[in-house]
């Protein structure tokens, strides 16, 4: 007989966490907790790795922005949540108590792969740096020189 379905997501998230070599902590509940940082980004992203439900069955990807985001208004960071939320699927971002917030939901009850798993986890991460880079204002640079180290000594108009 197989483990219930909580225990064999946990295992699976360690198992994603270890592959993307990203270091973390696990709580009392079993929670996953990391923080990433980068030297080119003002903004930390405090992650949780949570499960929920009577078996634990709903996975939930949940982000706190912090560090340097520009302060805003209640109503200038509902309406920057909701510019984000109208165009893009992940993560949902919501303003709480001064700071934004995403998240992101997989019911697990039918089980998933692993590979589902790490293709989820690694949009709602790169959808998150996405967001942390536009509500700075970085968005544009880092991508104007991404394009340029790709296209080397060409030109961009």
Known sequence: M??????????????????LNLKYIMDEDGDFQLILSGEQIPVQLRILI???????EVLAFVVRFEGKI????????????????????WPRIFWRNGHFY????????????QAFLELNFKHFLSASLQFALQVTGQEEELLKNFLQQLLGGSRLN
Not at 50 to 56: E, P, V
Not at 72 to 86: D, F, G, P, R, V
């Open 2 to 19: 197989s483990p219930p379905i909580g225990v064999r997501l946990q295992r699976r998230i360690k198992r994603l966490l270890r592959k």
């Open 50 to 56: 949570l499960r929920d439900g009577l078996m634990q």
């Open 70 to 89: 520009p302060v805003y208004s209640e109503t200038e960071a509902i309406y920057i949540a909701n510019q984000w939320n109208a165009l893009r699927r």
């Open 102 to 113: 995403g998240d992101f939901h997989i019911d697990a009850e039918s089980d998933i792969p």
